[in-house]
C-alpha cells in the first residue's frame, strides 16, 4: 500500500527566504506526482504535476524535482512571501493502468513571517 | 467556467439523520472524485467515477455511505444515517482524461458536522 509523508508538519520562515518542502513515498511504480496548496477553509490548488520521466517542473517561483527511485521530491520556494503561506500537499498517482487514485501526504502547514 | 461547485457548504445535522452532499464538475471533464479530509486520517479518496460510471469505491467507509452521478454534470454522495464520527471536510474533484497527466480541480469543499 502506497504512503506518502511530508516532513516537517510545519514550518515558518522569514519572508524573502528560499525554502524546501519534501515528500516521499514508499512505492517508486508512480505515474506523476502532484503539488497542491490548501488555503484555509479553502479546496486544493493545483501547483505543479510532475510525469514520472520528468524530473522537474518549474512555474514561477516554484520549481518541484521528483527522484523516483529514491521515492522523493521536492518544492522549492524561491523568495517566499507572505501569500505563500498555506499549507502545501503532495500526492501521487499509481502507475497502473487506469488507476485515477491519488494517495495524499498529510501536508506541511507553512508559515512566511513578515 | 465557474470551476468544480459543491453544495451546501456547511451542513450541521443531528445524529441519524440522512446528509446528502452535491457536486458540479467543470464541464467536459471525464472524472470526478469524492474525497474525505479529517485532522486524523488527510485526505482519503472515497469514490471516483468515469464518465459517470463508478470504478473505484474501495474507500466508501461503511454502507451507510452512496455516490451517484445520473449524468455528466452532477453528483451527490449521501449518508445515511449520519454518525458523528462522520463529520469531516468533503471536497469533490474533477479533472479531464489526456493520457492520464492532467490536473484535477477541487470544489471548495462541504464541511459536515454530525452532532
Known amino acids: 500500500k502506497q504512503e506518502v509523508t511530508q516532513i516537517p508538519a510545519a514550518l515558518s520562515v522569514p519572508e524573502g527566504e528560499n525554502l524546501v518542502l519534501n515528500c516521499s513515498f514508499t512505492d517508486s511504480a508512480i505515474y506523476n506526482l502532484q503539488w497542491f496548496r490548501q488555503d484555509p477553509g479553502k479546496g486544493l490548488t493545483s501547483l505543479l504535476l510532475?510525469?514520472?520521466?520528468?524530473r522537474e517542473q518549474t512555474s514561477g517561483r516554484l520549481n518541484a524535482s521528483l527522484d523516483k527511485s529514491s521515492g522523493r521530491s521536492t518544492l522549492y520556494i524561491a523568495a517566499s512571501q507572505p501569500g505563500d503561506s498555506a499549507t502545501y500537499l503532495c500526492a501521487v498517482r499509481p502507475q497502473s493502468f487506469g488507476n485515477e487514485k491519488l494517495t495524499f501526504g498529510t501536508g506541511t502547514r507553512l508559515t512566511i513571517i513578515p | 467556467d465557474a470551476g468544480v461547485i459543491q453544495s451546501p457548504r456547511h451542513e450541521v445535522t443531528e445524529m441519524g439523520q440522512e446528509v446528502t452532499l452535491r457536486c458540479k464538475p467543470i464541464s467536459g471533464h471525464d472524472y470526478l472524485f469524492w474525497y474525505r479530509q479529517t485532522m486524523m486520517r488527510g485526505l482519503e479518496l472515497l469514490i471516483y467515477?468515469?464518465?459517470?460510471?463508478?470504478?473505484?469505491d474501495s474507500g466508501m467507509p461503511e454502507d451507510r455511505f452512496s455516490a451517484k452521478m445520473p449524468n455528466a454534470s452532477f453528483s451527490t454522495l449521501k449518508i445515511q444515517p449520519s454518525e458523528p464520527r462522520d463529520s469531516a471536510v468533503y471536497f469533490c474533484?474533477?479533472?479531464?482524461?489526456?493520457?492520464?497527466?492532467?490536473?484535477?480541480?477541487f470544489g471548495q469543499g462541504t464541511r459536515l458536522t454530525v452532532v
Open positions: 474533484a474533477s479533472k479531464a482524461w489526456d493520457r492520464g497527466n492532467t490536473e484535477a480541480f
Open positions: 510532475i510525469q514520472s520521466s520528468q
Open positions: 467515477f468515469n464518465n459517470n460510471v463508478p470504478i473505484d
